[in-house]
């Protein structure tokens, strides 16, 4: 596969879990709760939280780590007046849980 179709293939994922209402104003499902003042409130997972959790889900269930065109996102990013950042930071949070889990 090669980046293109991975930054599409990361694309439609993203796009698929906007349009079924995943972000702001998310459904219960896809937000975390948070704990203020004795008051539990819901909030809408961000795109670098889905992009941690799908590394850890990918570790836990034996998956091998996916490798995102994170410098194609970038020029993207740039040449379309940061259109992908759902994509940058998704590749972002998957990055980083897949380095935090490298380092045990």
Same mark, same amino acid.
């Given at each position: ?5 991975? @930054?599409?293939? @990361?694309? =439609?994922?993203? #796009? ?27 909030? %809408?997972?961000? =795109?670098?939280?889905?992009? /941690?959790?799908?590394?850890? #889900? ?6 091998? /780590?996916?490798?995102? %065109?994170?410098?194609?996102? #970038? @020029? ?10 759902? @994509?940058?930071? /998704? ?7 897949? #380095? ?5």
């Amino acid at each position: 596969m090669n980046a293109f179709q991975k @930054l599409t293939q @990361l694309h =439609d994922y993203v #796009k698929k879990n906007y349009e079924r209402g995943n972000y702001d104003g998310a459904k219960e499902s896809w937000s975390t709760e948070s704990v203020h003042a004795g008051q539990a409130t819901t909030e %809408p997972m961000s =795109d670098y939280q889905m992009g /941690f959790d799908q590394a850890v #889900k990918d570790h836990e269930q034996h998956r091998a /780590f996916h490798h995102y %065109p994170s410098e194609l996102v #970038k @020029l993207g990013n740039a040449v379309s007046d940061h259109k992908l950042a759902e @994509l940058s930071e /998704f590749i972002n949070g998957y990055n980083a849980a897949k #380095k935090h889990i490298q380092e045990q």
